[in-house]
């Protein structure tokens, strides 16, 4: 277990091949001792600019979960699967804080992050840079440290003005303005974002709208327009 210039990763996968044959409480330290750097890159990535430890104890949960259950015939390197495992744990301790809500499309940003960071790491076997990660989902280094934080911190608290694209990408809209989109949408009433909703992301027409929501289609009408208007005027402001 000395090997000459392996990656903390590559340390990682042969302390558990180690641990898998001898069952040892000394081969599990060994583990836990290798896994330190993953547990904190996932602790830090949800706490940026510093390093929670009770983030980080649920990481280790995670990690010991991951070496309980790991089976080695899969064909899935240990750190992709502890990843998953140690991720689920941080995310389980936030839920138990009562953190603060975090809206659908961050969701989805975040679950985009992380998707990145463990392709990158399973390519390289090693944990990726943030510069690795901004380039992969074309978000800015400073956009992935604000995105993060979302439900560590209320959305008030974040500078949202720092999520924006590094490349252009044809045929989307960049990540600033898809933003500006989502929340003028949550700034709508109850109503008014069904309707939204119905017709721009499901692809219905406004008849098909307003027997859905039994309203006539003079009502979807006003409502659409009305909702585009406010929501032009707030990507615009």
Known sequence: M???QTTKNEALEIA???YLQSKSDED???VVTAGEALVNYYASL???GRIDEDLKQAGFEGLLKALNRYNQGRGIAFSTYASHCIIGEIRHDLRDRGSFRVPAWMKGLQAKIIKATEELAQKNSTM????EIARKVNVNEEGIV?????GCVSL???DLSKLKHIRYESFKLPIEDKIAVQMSIEKMDQLQQQVIKLIYY???TQEETAKRLGLNQRKVSRLMNKGLNDMRAYVMA
């Open 128 to 131: 990726p840079t943030l510069k």
């Open 16 to 18: 558990v091949l180690y």
């Open 156 to 158: 008030d608290e974040l």
């Open 28 to 30: 599990k330290t060994a």
């Open 46 to 48: 949800y706490s940026p």
């Open 146 to 150: 604000q995105a993060m934080q979302a």
């Open 202 to 204: 499901e692809g219905l």
């Open 2 to 4: 000395t090997a000459i």
